[in-house]
């Protein structure tokens, strides 16, 4: 197959060295590999420096005399390519000629490590950001390097696109060299640029935290340069001469044998796209040291061939850094297990059976789109008929409050501290129903160490006692009201007890379902709020606030599983949609329901590409539980939050 190889980035035979510039050579490699012709695409950089129209328009201007040459010469009688591919398409270098060529030729358009940034599609970035979601939606194929990348393509595909994971890897043109092992201080070293932004800044954080161990016995090795030195080298001047040792900018065949001669690599990787050097560094049998930030995780194999600390946590980093300098036997382990990781698994062979698969995909997905055309416009995907929905409500003046609901919480879990942190993420507290007379007390301690969760009560004991084949209800009209009552306040006296007074008073009836005979009795009880789905309001006496959710992320029926995001985008547009039609209300709530225990990823995953979209927009604002129900900040519970959370979120 004839394929255009297109690097928006940087021209594809320009001498600079970098990750992105190798990763492309390894690209066209594998590529070739497989017995494919690839041609580079001769065509000017589109990397914009600035957010300038002026600028923007040159790059069109330009790019547009390219496609109309390159068309003329293929119409001209010269071998068209039978597949384009775009490597790295984001904002700051978005495709320009790959879409609409793709389209003028009829072939498949493929593009790897594209990524969409919604912060930046507002603001002075918004011209170039719909370019690149234009491009992404069109694409037959992406293949994606990380995790983050995969979220932000989840929005942008469309129907007939499929995402393909092509994990980062590394070519040699000769086997690496295997560390050798010597005796003496533990000898660190790190290979980066020396160049502002998040380079300078893991520099900085790579001092401060050496700058924590200094009884321990090492050394550190630098290897690079740029503009930036002089900066570097001052953060790091405090240490004693000769234990920081400069070797500025080497071949990469130099490098490699200086990597050979140290124990340990160590990088904080601020916002790393995904990096090289790290792949690198295990295939000689180095073990790595980084934070858990941007790709980095796509590099190593956590806790086997790396230890990883969460980003920004430089106590953390000096933590894990000094286990290893007091570990040699650990060391050997892990760089033993990071050279088999790098050599066996992330070769261009792995690579190459990847891109031979998503070839073929993108070749179907384009037999579909042709087949389909006709309804969707071209382009369309379910993020954009969403977001043109929400630009519909800002020009109508009206604003969503979005606000979130977890079920069946029990007691502390792995699941339990991953929907906390997905809360501080958004800096939006979650509405926590905990089943009272299941609750262990060790969810009494956990709670009070998750600063955005809120507990509320979630029925009694989650029994069901709807008789026969009726809908699961535990407070259905068939039991005794003074009965259930009873077991209400009880099992709310319980709850307060457990957590000290920290349980918001609203009510969540498992499955949703109340009978107004006992949802009538809830305000005398002690609740001001009730919580069931869509459209059910059981009471409306004005004594509770009902407050509902109207999106749930699982697939009951279909298997407990998650539910892909784009089927929550199309169903998300159309609650919308319906809503805009309606009178506007004081109550432009919407909330989502979330069940963490039985969350798989693609549940994970699609509540964190949407919580990341609908926050980006205008119309949408993440609103505190306790404004949904007409609680003040200051309950009980308040007091336990950072005392700025509420005045970042809707009221």
Not at 180 to 197: D, F, H, K, Y
Not at 246 to 262: C, F, K, N, P, V
Not at 410 to 423: C, I
Request: hydrophobic share 45%; net charge neutral; charged share 25%.
């Amino acid at each position: 197959m004839r394929i255009a190889f297109h690097t928006p980035l940087n021209r594809y035979r320009d001498a600079g060295i970098s990750g992105d510039r190798r990763m492309a050579r390894q690209l066209v490699a594998a590529l070739r590999g497989l017995g494919h012709e690839v041609a580079p695409v001769e065509a000017e950089r589109d990397f914009l420096r600035s957010s300038d129209p002026d600028l923007l328009a040159r790059h069109r201007a330009a790019a547009d005399r390219t496609r109309e040459t390159l068309l003329a010469r293929w119409e001209a009688g010269e071998p068209a390519p039978e597949l384009w591919f775009t490597y790295h398409n984001y904002y700051r270098a978005p495709d320009l000629l790959g879409p609409e060529i793709a389209e003028r030729l009829s072939i498949p358009y493929v593009v790897a490590e594209g990524s969409d940034a919604f912060k930046r599609a507002r603001g002075e970035w918004a011209a170039q950001t719909a370019i690149v979601r234009h491009g992404l939606a069109l694409a037959d194929l992406h293949l994606y390097f990380t995790e983050r990348d995969r979220l932000g393509l989840e929005y942008c595909r469309s129907a007939h696109s499929s995402l393909l994971e092509l994990p980062p890897f590394i070519a040699f043109d000769q086997p690496p060299p295997a560390r050798a092992p010597q005796s003496g201080a533990t000898r660190l070293v790190t290979i980066a640029m020396m160049r502002e932004g998040t380079k300078l800044k893991s520099y900085l954080t790579l001092a401060r935290v050496l700058q924590r161990l200094p009884e321990k016995d090492w050394t550190l090795t630098v290897i690079g340069d740029g503009h930036r030195r002089g900066e570097i080298e001052q953060a790091f001047s405090a240490f004693p001469a000769g234990r920081i040792r400069w070797l500025g900018a080497i071949q990469r065949e130099t490098a490699l044998a200086e990597l050979a001669s140290h124990d340990l690599f160590v990088w904080p990787g601020i916002g790393e796209a995904y990096g090289l050097v790290y792949l690198e560094a295990q295939a000689i049998g180095l073990p790595v040291v980084a934070f858990s930030s941007g790709g980095v995780p796509a590099t190593v194999s956590a806790g086997e061939t790396a230890l990883l600390a969460p980003e920004g946590d430089e106590a953390g980093l000096a933590g894990i850094l000094a286990e290893l300098i007091d570990d040699p036997a650990r060391r050997e382990s892990m760089g033993a297990a990071a050279r088999r990781f790098a050599l066996t698994q992330r070769t261009p062979a792995r690579a190459a059976e990847i891109l031979s698969r998503g070839l073929a995909d993108a070749s179907r997905n384009l037999a579909c789109r042709a087949a389909a055309r006709g309804g969707a416009r071209a382009g369309e995907t379910p993020w954009s008929r969403l977001e043109q929905e929400l630009d519909n409500w800002t020009r109508e003046g009206r604003r969503l409050r979005l606000w979130l609901r977890d079920d069946d919480a029990v007691a502390p879990s792995a699941a339990l501290d991953r929907l906390a942190r997905l809360g501080e993420r958004f800096g939006v507290p979650f509405l926590l129903a905990v089943i009272p007379m299941l609750a262990e007390p060790s969810l009494a301690g956990a709670l009070a160490s998750q600063p955005w969760l809120l507990p509320c009560q979630h029925g009694v004991r989650h029994h069901n006692h709807a008789p026969g084949d009726a809908k699961k209800s535990e407070f259905g009209a068939e039991r005794p009201e003074e009965a259930v009552a009873g077991e209400i306040a009880q099992a709310r006296a319980r709850l307060q007890d457990l957590l000290d007074g920290a349980a918001l008073p609203v009510f969540v009836p498992p499955w949703n379902r109340i009978a107004p005979v006992h949802a009538r009795r809830l305000a005398e009880i002690g609740f001001a709020g009730l919580s069931c789905f869509r459209n059910d309001r059981p009471v409306d006496d004005g004594r509770l606030v009902v407050g509902n959710t109207h999106l749930d992320i699982m697939d009951w029926r279909g298997g407990r599983v998650g539910r892909p995001v784009q089927n929550l985008l199309s169903e998300l547009h159309d609650l919308l949609a319906r809503r805009r039609r309606s009178p506007a209300t004081d109550e432009e709530a919407l909330g989502i329901l979330l069940h963490h225990r039985d969350h798989d990823e693609v549940a994970w995953n699609a509540l964190d590409t949407l919580l990341a979209g609908m926050s980006s927009h205008p119309a949408v604002a993440l609103a505190d539980p306790r404004a949904i129900f007409g609680l003040p900040p200051a309950t009980p519970s308040a007091a336990r939050y950072p005392e700025n959370t509420i005045g970042r979120l809707s009221s």
